[in-house]
């Protein structure tokens, strides 16, 4: 079991500007291991950009950042590389990143496969998957490598009502080993089903944060009240 006492995740007055634009600004936050986070706003507000800044991709401009490390992350993006080969050697390819012998490499990820509903095409080519079962294979090497901090941006955008269900199944697969979640979505009734915690950005700033049965009974700021009730997508 994962530490539960420290943060994974800490933002102390985080702002972030690229070519001169502030994108982020004054964020402040904290996340405990174990947590289910959705992170909504409007298009702009800074949803991606905060999920690209826990995981690396960008460097704080102002203010300090304490995240899980690298290696004990997994970044579900909306529209997930595939490699050219099969699903199983997908897999596979992430394990041996994380220096499993070849024996427990093969073992681990027929596992995924299987948790995440795909061990039917282990053998096929990646590329030749639908959007839906590309997703549920990203979440599969997600999955194989037990990542301490899982952030899913917007994983389930464009996708059927199915699919959807599926891919939150996966997730959940992947909290039950201890996982931290953070997610966006765009998609309000998901949001109620999978969060216990809401952050609300607008234009780069969190303006609320708090339980996610209490934003969606009464939304304290102006920006999120607009923003449930479809003003603003």
């Known amino acids: 079991m994962f530490d539960r006492a420290s943060p994974i995740v800490s933002l102390k007055n985080v702002s972030l500007h690229i ?4 994108l982020l600004m004054d964020v402040s936050m904290t996340v405990r291991p174990g947590e289910s986070v959705v992170v909504l706003g409007a298009n702009g ?10 995981s690396g991709i960008y460097i704080p401009t102002h203010g300090t950042l304490s995240v899980a490390p ?3 992350q997994a970044f579900i993006f909306q529209h997930p590389p595939v490699l050219r080969r099969s699903a199983l050697d997908n897999v596979r390819f992430v394990l041996r990143n994380h220096d499993l012998v070849e024996r427990d490499t093969t073992a681990r990820a027929l596992a995924a496969l299987e948790i995440t509903g795909l061990a039917h095409a282990g053998q096929q080519q990646a590329t030749t998957l639908s959007g ?4 549920r294979l990203a979440l599969a090497r997600a999955w194989a490598t037990s990542p301490r901090l899982l952030l899913a941006d917007e994983p ?3 996708l059927s009502p199915l699919a959807t269900r599926e891919i939150e199944r996966t997730i959940a697969a992947i909290q039950a080993t201890g ?11 998901q949001a109620k089903r999978v969060a216990r915690r809401i952050v609300f950005l607008d234009a ?4 609320e944060d708090c339980p996610a049965t209490d934003f969606f009974a009464a939304p304290q700021s102006e920006a999120a009240r607009r923003y449930l ?5």
Not at 19 to 22: E, F, I, L, V, W
Not at 132 to 135: H, K, N, P
Not at 229 to 233: D, I, N, S
């Open 19 to 22: 070519g001169g634009k502030p």
């Open 45 to 54: 507000a800074g949803k991606s950009t905060l999920l690209k800044l826990l």
């Open 70 to 72: 690298v290696h004990e």
């Open 132 to 135: 839906g079962e590309q997703q």
């Open 156 to 158: 389930t955008a464009n």
């Open 179 to 189: 996982a931290t979640l953070i997610f966006t979505t765009h998609n309000l009734a």
């Open 204 to 207: 780069g700033r969190i303006v």
């Open 229 to 233: 009730e479809g003003e603003v997508l």
